[in-house]
């Protein structure tokens, strides 16, 4: 088995985004992968970078893994393809210097040029920083990965900057089959599993009623913003808001709120797929009809920069309200 094939086989929801976004030359410049060790997040970078320079490249195997550059890249060798890594505990700021002095020349062999972060929540406030401008003006041919197993650790600047691609890992699973074999119904399961990887947490949410009500008020929401029924600024003063007071609760919210928006775009790339909200499967499929690849992305880029804002002093009232006029396009 190829690398793909491998890839296709553990990731097939990243592989199938990434393969249509190579082949219509629709890239972002920048991505987060984020991850479990062992879920493919680096393998899936390296091949991503081989499908740029490969040499053979068909429609269906968009890195042969068999020609000079993708040997380059596959040993690190190649001039194009930069790997960052922790220098002992961090990476240091001289290092993302150095990487920025490489980047300023032109391209060895072509105007592309892949960056590749490894543990990339490891990086320094300061080597951060300086990244940003790099992330704020991408050059036309720059494609810079973040690999990380905590992306809450990363800078909510950067990680507003940056396409998010989560690399499903065996816990998943494993907890759900955890929860399901002590008694929570598998479509429940599949929900706090997707949130949340503590079996703890769980039993808490388990216990109160605020779990139940808090999806119902999600969904209620989404609802609002997307069909007819109440006016989603309604909704967020009279339930969202009593029920998301605090900020750990409200990033849960807008947690419960992404959830809707990933099954939307898993459906849009694959009819078939299984949504994690099973019961608004049928909903969902048909928004995944009416909008495109690229609006669903950005309702996910705009809820995700609504999370990150959280930790400044911003009225969270304020911060939904709009939040949803943005969905919204107004
Ligand atoms: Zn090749």
Redo the contacts with the bound molecule.
Sequence with gaps: MGLQDELTVMQPVVMKIFSKSVRENRLSHGYLFEGSSGTGKKRTALWLA?SL?????TETEL?????????RIASHNHPDVHLLEPDGASIKIDQVRALKQELSKRGMESDQKVVIIYDADKMTVQSANSLLKFIEEPEGGLLLLFLTTNPGQILPTIQSRLQPVTFKSLTFDSLLASLTAAGISEQKARIYASITGSVEEVKAFEESEWFSEARNVVIKLYEGIHHQGTSPLIIIQESWMPLFKEKDKMALGLELLLLLYRDRLHLTLDENYEPICTAQKEMLGQDALRKSLSETTGEIEKILAAKSKLDSNMNTQLLMEQLVLEIQGR
């Design positions: 081989q320079f490969c040499l053979e490249s890195a042969c893994g068999k020609c000079a550059n993708c040997t």
